[in-house]
DNA sequence: GCTCTAATGCAACTTGTTTACGTAATTACT
DNA sequence: AGTAATTACGTAAACAAGTTGCATTAGAGC
């Protein structure tokens, strides 16, 4: 990971740099699993909690974050897979393969994560009924937790 | 529907009838979408918000009600297709057919609602982990709102 | 009807998230 | 580099969803 390219993203979403939101970003790209605002309140407490939100938001929007559906109490975030890939992968990828991937919880330790090589499968719908975006939340207990 | 059976399904899960669980029960058989809290609090205002909580619980611990996952903001309900069936058929269900439904939230109108005949499709995980639930939610237009 | 136990209502509280507004920092342009 | 325009930040306060404690009320079984 590497800090140009953390501000090489910003810049590409028309966003200012600033030092949150490229502590957000490595906080991402560096952990395995999807954070909460909590998470981020915690870990970066040199910031605000109120820009650490407004963070979240403007990186929802840019779709630098996607928001991971769950049933309840606090809004988890992961980091979309295209940033992550021009994070690591030190180059920008153009293909954004848009099917969604599978969301896993695990009730033992609570962490949740993305499973970004399992895709969310074809769905069928009633007719007339249009998808725009599909969520599959998996909860069960991951291998450390065995 | 019919009042009697309602106070069937309470005596079944070893619950104590009153009118409170009644009515919300009979709100979510009438309702063809699933609802929140705070739907419950316009639509019976007879009854405290902190009633109101308490019997979602119980409803959910007794498996009367199930959780549908979303990604914002308030928890949404929907009846079990068991009491459902239990309550129009007017008579106990014994399969359980436990492969969970496919939830739909429409991002014109707002509503959610339960496709009781659209099942999850299986679901591949990575090796070591293990499912205990899944919840899939699809967001769209209802033919409604097209 | 009486007793036991569970459900309710009220008040207050916690937690997650948002809004308003003044200040500070970033960017673009000399 | 210096400046203006604009965006982001921090603080305080509000708001909303959901919870807890406790006294009162109401079912269920006898």
Redesign the pocket.
């Known amino acids: 990971m590497d800090t140009l390219s953390v ?1 090489e993203v ?2 590409h979403h028309q ?7 490229c502590d957000v970003i490595r906080l991402f790209v560096t952990s395995n699993y999807a954070l ?3 998470d981020l309140e915690n870990q970066l407490p ?6 650490l ?6 990186f929802i929007e840019k779709e630098i974050l996607h928001l991971i559906p769950h049933d ?4 988890y975030f992961g980091l979309s897979e295209g940033i992550r890939q021009s994070l690591t992968d030190k180059q920008f990828e153009t293909k954004t393969h848009h099917s969604e991937h599978i969301h896993f919880t695990c009730t033992a330790c609570g962490r949740t994560e993305c499973l970004p090589d399992h895709l969310v499968p074809e769905v069928t719908l009633p007719e007339n009924y249009q998808t725009n975006e599909v969520a599959l939340l998996v909860k069960g207990q991951c291998p450390q937790c065995q």
């Open positions: 501000k910003l810049h966003l200012r740099v600033t030092s949150g939101r909460s605002a909590r040199q910031y605000d909690r109120v820009t939100y407004r963070t979240l938001h403007t309840g109490g606090l809004a």
